[in-house]
Structures are given as C-alpha cells and as structure tokens.
C-alpha cells in the first residue's frame, strides 16, 4: 500500500469513528455493491453459487439486500479449491498465504491482497488505541510464531505464543512495555508467572485476543497485572472485527470495513455470527458463518464518543452450544453466567460428551460442596436428569497450539442456532 493510499484508510477509519447511522448505511453500502460485483466477475465460487440461486449483483444495491445472498460456512469453502475461490484480478504470487488456526479440527487456506493486509493494519491500531496505545508507548506483543521474526513500529517488539512463559517473561523486564497484548492462554500464563514472581514494570493495559475472554480470567488478568483489560474480537479470515473501549461497555464494530449480521437477527440475543468484509479483493468472503456467537448492542451510543454500532457480548462457538434429550440447545453463555455464581470455583471447562452427561473440569478450593454447587448450577441449565461430574485439576491448559474453550461440546456436530 503506498502513502498516499494508507493515509487516505487512515482517514477512512477516523472519520468512521463519528459517522451516524445512516450515513455508515450509505458507506457500507456503496462498497458493498464494489464487492458484490467484483467476486461475481473475478470469483468463479461465487459466480456459480449465486447464479444457483439465480442471483446477480444487481440484486445487491444495499445492506438491505445482503439478506439475499446465501449464506457459506467453512466446510464448504474447504470443499471448493482455492483456485476458484481466488480472484482472477490478482496474481497468486503476489498475495499473503495464511491459515486459520484450525480450532474446530480442519484449517483453512486464505489468501490476502497486500492492500487489504495494510488496512487491517490500521484497523487493529485504532482498536489499540482505543484501548489507551499512545505513539510513544512501547507495546510487548504476544503472538503467533512467525510474528516474533517482525520488526513492527518502533517500541513494538514481538515474542512467539508458543515460547516458554520464562521466554515471555524475560521480554516483558527487558522491554518494560507500557502495555502488553497477546492470545489469552499465553497472557493467562505469563499472568501467573507474575503473581508468582513479582511484576516487571507497571502497566497501563492488558489487551486480550484469540478466545472468550470470561470474567474469571478479566480479573485474575487485571489482578495479577495491576492494570485495566480490553478485548479484541477477530479472526485470521478477516483480522480485527471488535473491539472495547475504555467505556467497557460493548465492542465496537469495525463496521466500514466489515458488515457483521447476528443470524437471526434478535438484537439482545446471542446468534450466529456471519462476516461480510468489505474490502478483502483477493480471496472475498461475503456472507460467511464464522461459526461464533455473539449478540448486538442496543441503546445510546458509547460514552466514549465512537458512533460505530457495537457487539455486546462474544460468547463461545456455535459448535459448543450444548445440545440436550428434548431437543432445546444452550449456548455457552448460559452455562458460565450459571457457574460464575459458584464461590470458590476458581477456574473450569464444561464438556459435553452424551445428551445427559457432561465434565466439568475445575480448578479451586475442591472442596465437596463447592463441586455439590457446581452440579446443582450446571443441572438449572441442562436439565434435573443430567449426570454431570466434577473433577478438580491442577491444570485446565489446552495441548500445545489449541485454544481454550470453556464450554466444549464433543457430540457430533450439527449447524444449531441458540436458544
């Protein structure tokens, strides 16, 4: 991306920061209709999926036409060859190849457009930003493997996520950052290393990305830290996607880049996030189930001055919505707002494993009748009939290279929605 076109997305994206409803509506929409005809033209995927449906771009001239194209998920992008998932406008050799982290067991080959890289460039500083990032502060981040080979801005320095806690540690007395962001399970380890040995320096933030970021760890995080935490809501497919404020109140869309429905759409509820990026050219993605949960924000605007619309929570996977005898599913949302009521339960992972039977893993004072509250808690939620077991463990950690989930449904999976 030259200058001129990065100072002209940074323009973009401090003047979106204030757009009203109906002036967002009109942007999205005008580069929604950019979108919508070049992967017709450019994208053989979507060129024999729409006309399927007897679809053509013409069909799309606003947001509120997006309703008309069908809706892709990950299988079946993963059936079709990346050839014919790329734009024709582009040549391969020119683009960045990434995977998806592969957390639901199959991962995914993308390509991006070096433009479009650079912009979500902007967009997750923006989201640091917002979290109190200043030009002059130094920022320790903690990352995928092939980042700790970067550079960055001055003051940034990289340190691999899957580097010993020691590793990270040494980094954070070394670079005295003024804030530290990184993928949760890593930070959770780094956390108790310095509740064990002292912290480092002082810190301004802690910023949180990669998995559900539950109230239990915001506080062990903020204790353990002395500092404020913010979460970002992303994904390999599109980068940035939300973020909070220092208003905590919701996370804030980056809405002119990417348009985000909540299926179906019951504001207040949790539903199926689907992601329709605006500017991703090389490899579009229109309409795809991310395969999350969350749910829209409704209200005022933020106290903190953005106007963007807001998510208002980010709550598990669709895949870990607990599916029950009688036919009712449960997101992960209702299980952990159930289990944070527990006193004395530290840390847990609920699992599923029959219609009836579920684990919950915990960490705590594994005293009996905590592990009697835990099931009497659990049973409010999945029925008086479940056979749930308690098991206290030193330690919840994922394998190496997986995310942490706090509710992990392992019944065959199905497209649900949740109730």
Not at 58 to 75: A, G, M, Y
Not at 122 to 141: E, I, K, N, Q, S
Not at 372 to 387: K, P, S, T
Request: net charge positive.
């Amino acid at each position: 991306m030259t200058i001129v076109r990065s100072l002209l997305s940074a323009g973009e994206l401090c003047r979106a920061r204030g757009l009203g409803p109906e002036a967002l509506r009109h942007l999205q929409s005008a580069k929604l209709r950019r979108i919508v005809e070049h992967a017709f033209a450019t994208v053989p995927f979507y060129r024999r999926l729409w006309t399927r449906y007897g679809l053509r771009p013409d069909h799309v001239q606003t947001v509120d036409d997006l309703h008309r194209l069908p809706v892709v998920d990950k299988s079946e992008l993963q059936a079709t060859p990346v050839p014919s998932r790329l734009s024709a406008s582009f040549d391969r050799s020119s683009l960045l190849e990434l995977r998806t982290s592969g957390s639901t067991g199959r991962p995914m080959t993308l390509f991006r457009d070096r433009d479009f890289a650079s912009h979500q460039r902007l967009v997750f500083l923006r989201a640091l930003l917002a979290a109190g990032l200043r030009p002059w502060h130094r920022l320790l981040l903690v990352t995928g493997e092939n980042d700790s080979k970067r550079a960055g801005p001055p003051g940034w320095r990289y340190v691999s996520s899957e580097a010993p806690v020691e590793t990270v540690l040494a980094a954070m007395r070394a670079h005295r950052p003024h804030m530290v962001y990184g993928f949760l399970t890593p930070l959770r380890h780094l956390a108790e290393a310095v509740r064990e040995r002292g912290r480092p320096s002082p810190l301004r933030a802690v910023v949180s990305t990669a998995e559900t970021l539950d109230n239990a760890t915001r506080t062990m995080l903020e204790e353990a830290f002395g500092a404020e935490v913010f979460d970002i809501y992303g994904c390999t497919e599109v980068g940035p996607v939300a973020w909070e404020c220092s208003a905590h109140d919701g996370y804030h869309l980056a809405a002119e880049t990417t348009i985000v429905e909540c299926l179906p759409q019951e504001a207040g509820e949790l539903c199926a996030v689907v992601l329709t990026s605006l500017d991703l050219r090389a490899m579009p993605l229109i309409r795809y189930a991310l395969g999350d949960l969350a749910s829209l924000k409704v209200g005022p605007p933020c106290r903190c001055g953005c106007r963007l619309p807001r998510l208002d929570r980010i709550e598990g996977r669709i895949a870990d919505c607990v599916r029950l005898r009688d036919g009712r599913v449960r997101s992960p949302y209702h299980l952990t707002l159930a289990l944070e009521q527990v006193e004395g339960l530290v840390r847990y992972q609920v699992v599923q494993t029959d219609l009836e039977r579920f684990l919950v893993r915990a960490q705590g004072g594994a005293e009996p009748q905590i592990g009697q509250r835990i099931a009497a808690a659990l049973r409010r939620e999945v029925g008086a009939a479940a056979n749930i077991e308690v098991r206290w463990e030193a330690n919840l950690e994922p394998p190496r290279g997986h995310k942490f989930r706090v509710v992990e449904c392992r019944l065959p999976t199905g497209a649900v929605y949740a109730s």
